[in-house]
């Protein structure tokens, strides 16, 4: 660690790691309310296990944005943090919002959380993903301004690189995005036009500056590559991201009521959106390949080419599959969109934030640059179950979508809902078998920091 | 990439390229909303119709329900419900829930009243009645 301050992104990095393990466990239970469907009926309904999983999955992501930021922008900037007493205030706030959050979600009715938290005032909840009460998300954009602010000042005393810059604008982006949650006009197609500038204008727009800068920096630091050359190939794949990635969005406008031009510009532009993400897996190999020294922390640099693969299979690969507006009328909100997004936030987002774990955290806990081999090892091998077992899921999901479009959309004598979803069970069986190999990937990885510690560093080989 | 193609030019192209993309989506925006009193059914969107989506948010149906295909996929589509099962069908599937059924997928009972039964049912079929170029490709959603 090169600077005091940096250290404050640990307690952010475990959070992470924490939210991440409820995430995975309410995952397992919908899993298997999938195929019990009384399961934990009606203490926790399927509504409610699906809103801690989806909402645990993106606080969690924030909180390792927010950590690799704080690691990221003092080393970048060359200066300490400007205030690391507010980045600590605002973690407690952040981490307690989220937890009365989640348990509101357990404890109370939701229609009553409603009520309690008077959604009557300003009425935001309800809508996929941004479930959360309105006081929580205002909550969630103070600590953004805060957060923000903390960050700026830093970038604005020290030194500016092309990475810091790239990562600041992507997190203010992040910021703008989400103020649209809290436009929820009464007009249906108002709404779900202006919702996806929050869910498809992050994972597909700003989100992807975060990625590709972080990205950047692992490498950077892992390869010894040249900056010039890495930070010419990030602003040619963001570049590419969002000429691509905003008109994208037109590819949730084909049936909610919007004009039917968007059945063009969506299907074209969002064809394109796979090249920023085939040019990040590029990259990545390519500045491997050149890299001037072998630097000892080999799990890092396995996070860092499999998020570069990853991010391709799961957002280039299964977004394209079903992107095109003749195949989604098909597609639209089955299995086959379930899979793509697991593999995608799976692809890009977890694993950019488990690299620049992987690659800050031993540092942050007293070595020079790397965990012991044994520690290594067992990392490792979480990222192989935890990727391998992950392209599964998605491959049992594609199985069930298809099998589903087919009787359900497709055939001379459609069937209904219900009855389809009884004759793919067998598909749903084996996705909650590959969600338990998952969780174990996912033990190992949190042992993996408790392992070897007393050994020697791994040196550079 | 050669030594000719240097970083700023690469900056230059980011810059230019979102800032160009971000006015044409915005027009595309502008003109989307000009055209969607023609598409989005406007006509019926009566308070009760409202109360309605009210109803649909308080109790977070997206958790298991999709609506014109987004939410989420344990449940059936309602974007087209109030077309496929039709007004009576809807209020009494509400009160009886859950169904108890072993092993089958379990629908809340929500305690709803009589006006906000009505107002469910309105905003259902308020919701059947937009243009969705023809999507669902049938009845089952
Ligand atoms: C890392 C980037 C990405 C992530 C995290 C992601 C995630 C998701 C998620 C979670 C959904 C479901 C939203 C909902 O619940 O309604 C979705 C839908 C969709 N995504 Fe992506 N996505 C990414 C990139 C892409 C790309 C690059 C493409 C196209 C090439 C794409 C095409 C689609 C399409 C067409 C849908 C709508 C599916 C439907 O009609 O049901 N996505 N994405
Ligand atoms: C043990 C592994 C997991 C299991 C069994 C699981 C299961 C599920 C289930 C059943 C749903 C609800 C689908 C529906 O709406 O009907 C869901 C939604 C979702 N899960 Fe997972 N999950 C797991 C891991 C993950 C991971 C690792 C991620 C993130 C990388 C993730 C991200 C999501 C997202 C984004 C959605 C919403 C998808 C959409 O709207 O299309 N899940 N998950
Ligand atoms: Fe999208």
Redesign the interface.
Known sequence: MQYQSQIVAKPYFIAAIGLFIGQILFGLILGLQYVVGDFLFPEIPFNVARMVHTNLLIVWLLFGFMGAAYYLIPEETETELYSPKLALGLFWIFLVAGALTVLGYLLVPYSGLAQMTGNDLLPTMGREFLEQPTITKIGIVVVALGFLFNIGMTLLKGRKTTVSLVLMLGLVGLAVMFLFSFYNPVNLVHDKFFWWWVVHLWVEGVWELIMASILAFVLIKVTGVDREVIEKWLYVIIAMALITGIIGTGHHYYWIGAPEYWQWWGSVFSALEPIPFFMMTVFAFNMVNRRRRNHPNKAAMLWALGTAVMAFLGAGVWGFLHTLAPVNYYTHGTQITAAHGHMAFYGAYVMIVLTMISYAMPMMRGRAAANSNKSQVLEMWSFWLMTVSMVFITLFLTAAGVLQVWLQRYSDAPQAFMVVQDKIALFYWMREAAGVVFLIGLVLYVLSFFVGSKEPEAVQS | ?SGT???SM??N??YG??VF??L??LA??F???K??PK????GE?TPQ??LG??V?????????H????????????LGNVYTRRGPDFIRTWMQIQ?T?????????Q?NLNDEELDAIVAFLK??SE????N???????
């Open positions: 990439m193609f240097t970083k690469a900056r192209i980011f390229g979102s993309f971000i044409v989506f595309l925006t003109d989307t909303v055209a969607l598409l989005d059914n406007r969107l119709v409202a989506k009210k649909w948010e308080d109790n977070n149906c997206i958790g298991c999709t609506l014109l295909g987004e939410g989420a996929y344990f449940a059936p589509e859950p108890g059924a072993p092993g089958r997928r379990q629908m809340p929500f308020y919701s937009i243009n969705t170029a999507w669902p490709p049938n009845i089952e959603g």
